[in-house]
């Protein structure tokens, strides 16, 4: 099993910046690439940004190209999305996930691990 563990939401006023953490732990030889999610109320859970574990290749959703990035620090098995310029429609829950897949997906139901999930608010 692979728990994780997200920190770094809050609230931020738009035009601001925030740094979310995903820390993983357990059997973390297991995962391939990770990825963040995000689910606005009453919308679908989305893409928002995917790494792969080893190489460390980066995807992300059009919507946030250009002002989110998705990085990992292998030593302490964690994952960070930088959030700049953020917009009132950037407010969500944000969901790391992990899967032992082949390479990043679009989809949750392809992730095996998620975390419980940290709130961004963007204010207008």
């Known amino acids: 099993q692979v728990q994780l563990v997200e920190s770094g939401g809050g609230l931020v006023q738009a035009g601001g910046s925030l740094r979310l953490s995903c820390a993983a732990s357990g059997r973390t030889f297991n995962i391939y690439a990770m990825a963040w999610f995000r689910q606005a109320p009453g919308k679908e859970r989305v893409f928002v940004a995917g790494?792969?574990?080893?190489?460390?290749?980066?995807y992300y959703a059009d919507s946030v190209k250009g002002r989110f990035t998705i990085s990992r620090d292998n030593a302490k098995n964690t994952v960070y999305l930088q959030m700049n310029s953020l917009k009132p429609e950037d407010t969500a829950v944000y969901y790391c996930?992990?899967?032992?897949?082949?390479?990043?997906?679009?989809?949750?139901?392809?992730?095996?691990?998620w975390g419980q999930g940290t709130q961004v608010t963007v204010s207008s």
């Open positions: 996930a992990a899967r032992g897949g082949y390479s990043v997906s679009y989809y949750p139901h392809d992730y095996d691990y």
């Open positions: 790494i792969t574990w080893s190489a460390g290749n980066t």
